[in-house]
T-cell receptor, first 114, second 110 residues
Framework: EAGVAQSPRYKIIEKRQSVAFWCNPI?????LYWYQQILGQGPKLLIQ????????DSQLPKDRFSAERLKGVDSTLKIQPAKLEDSAVYLC????????????FGPGTRLLVL | TQLLEQSPQFLSIQEGENLTVYCNSS?????LQWYRQEPGEGPVLLVT?????EVKKLKRLTFQFGDARKDSSLHITAAQPGDTGLYLC??????????FGTGTLLAVQP
């Protein structure tokens, strides 16, 4: 079974530029999560989707971050404009209906904002 | 705000030594999970503990959930270099939202 796929793996941009990350969850996983992990810290949930609906986006900085999962499968997370403090690893995870406590994580996208 | 504090933050030990990592919270969780994360990878689930006082063993790893379901510990016996990584506890909240701890970075020297 293929795991959670994320791209790109690395991205370097200058502040005030825009960036987008892509995630393809495990086939059949209805729930998709985006996390931000700052170096040396645990991941922080940004947004949770159930199919193509948002379940929780309470910690998403909505003035600059947006995410969508239009067809209920893959998802994109965008930052516009980026700030220095957005430098982090952005992790995508998915879970299977009925086993929501087990989340499977992708390898992450490492973002550096200069 | 629910917070999970882990201690120690960093741990460097020799192969064969034992160690314990602690995860403490002021909040009660329905269940708690432990993950290990290696460089350049996402966290991988090690165990889920559900019942207060529960003890689970996974080879050389022993996980315990506190009676009040606010704290947990991870004990590794005879650590090996392959145990090196970032250990994260995570409380499971409503809608299966994970609240991760601050992390413990473990380095096991051969």
């Amino acid at each position: 079974e293929a795991g959670v796929a994320q791209s790109p793996r690395y991205k370097i941009i200058e502040k005030r530029q825009s960036v987008a990350f892509w995630c393809n969850p495990i086939s059949g996983h209805a729930t998709l999560y985006w996390y931000q992990q700052i170096l040396g810290q645990g991941p922080k949930l940004l947004i949770q989707f159930q199919n193509n609906g948002v379940v929780d986006d309470s910690q998403l900085p909505k003035d600059r971050f947006s995410a969508e999962r239009l067809k209920g499968v893959d998802s994109t997370l965008k930052i516009q404009p980026a700030k220095l403090e957005d430098s982090a690893v952005y992790l995508c995870a998915s879970s299977y209906p009925g086993d929501g406590e087990t989340q499977y994580f992708g390898p992450g996208t490492r973002l550096l904002v200069l | 705000t629910q917070l999970l504090e882990q201690s120690p933050q960093f741990l460097s030990i020799q192969e064969g030594e034992n160690l314990t990592v602690y995860c403490n919270s002021s909040s009660v969780f329905s269940s708690l999970q432990w993950y290990r994360q290696e460089p350049g990878e996402g966290p991988v689930l090690l165990v889920t503990v559900v019942t207060g006082g529960e003890v689970k063993k996974l080879k050389r790893l022993t996980f315990q959930f506190g009676d009040a379901r606010k704290d947990s510990s991870l004990h590794i016996t005879a650590a090996q270099p392959g145990d090196t990584g970032l250990y994260l506890c995570a409380g499971v909240g409503a809608t299966n939202k994970l609240i991760f701890g601050t992390g413990t970075l473990l380095a096991v020297q051969p």
